[in-house]
Nanobody, 127 residues
């Protein structure tokens, strides 16, 4: 059984940083393309960033480009989301997602492409 467990959310002030972690279990981590999404109250789930299965290519939505960084540690079966310069518009529940990818060179921005999801971690930003 595949499980994704996020951690690292919390309450911070605008301009602060947080690092979210997502640890997977149940399948070889390197078989996944990974992504981060968020969902604010009353809004649809929003794509933020992702890795290809190979980990060599990343993609960011414009709203977080230059502020957020995705990284992965295959030895720890963990993907990270480093969030810097947090803004009042960033509060949401943040989710990691995993896709069992047959190709190493594709990344996935559509939430419907992903096979597994974590439970989410809340990020709150005070202004």
């Amino acid at each position: 059984q595949v499980q994704l467990v996020e951690s690292g959310g919390g309450l911070v002030q605008a301009g602060d940083s947080l690092r979210l972690s997502c640890t997977t279990s149940g399948r070889t981590f390197s078989s996944y393309a990974m992504g981060w999404f968020r969902q604010a109250p009353g809004k649809e789930r929003e794509f933020l960033t992702c890795f290809t299965k190979s980990g060599t290519t990343t993609y960011y939505v414009d709203s977080v480009k230059g502020r957020f960084t995705i990284s992965r540690d295959n030895a720890k079966n963990t993907v990270y989301l480093q969030m810097n310069s947090l803004k009042p518009e960033d509060p949401a529940v943040y989710y990691c997602a995993a896709k069992i990818a047959s190709r190493s060179d594709l990344y996935y921005t559509d939430s419907r492409s992903y096979d597994y999801w974590g439970q989410g971690t809340q990020v709150t930003v005070s202004s």
